[in-house]
């Protein structure tokens, strides 16, 4: 994987998007995550993922394309509809947590998924509890 700051036109949805939305690590909690951004190519009917990769931790947050681009706030294309049916909300995004990086006491968390305000109330959380004690999680 190469992950990298994806910059200009092309880049810009993706790293506009993790940039202005996820602004604290969930995993390390730190508040400057830089996150670098790679693509994962899969034939899987939600689509492609963007993968997230914070600076800090080298952890790694996952989130389907079309999420990420705002494709999936519709059920009239294929993949919203498929949101839809398999329960969840239409507008919500959601990211998985794909890779704990440095961060042990997250390794259970590996393969969950949370939305977008989850994963915020979690970075907020992980940064109030600095030293590492071990915070709850749901
Ligand atoms: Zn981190």
Redesign the pocket.
């Known amino acids: 994987m190469a992950f990298k700051r994806m910059e200009g036109f092309v880049g810009s949805v993706p790293q506009g998007f993790i940039d202005s939305r996820v602004k604290i690590?969930p995993?390390?909690g730190?508040t400057n995550?830089h996150w670098a951004i790679d693509q994962k190519m899969q034939l899987k009917m939600e689509g492609n993922l963007y993968l997230f990769q914070?600076e800090?931790?080298k952890?790694i947050l996952s989130s389907p394309v079309p999420d990420v681009t705002g494709y999936n706030n519709t059920i009239l294309t294929t993949t919203g509809l498929l949101k839809r049916m398999s329960g969840k909300k239409n507008g919500v995004i959601y990211l998985r947590i794909f890779d704990a990086?440095s961060n042990d006491k997250m390794r259970s968390l590996v393969g969950k998924e949370f939305t977008l305000e989850e994963i915020n109330q979690m970075g907020i959380e992980e940064k109030d509890s600095d030293s590492g004690s071990g915070g709850k999680y749901y």
């Open positions: 690590c995993l390390c730190t995550p914070c800090r931790c952890g990086g």
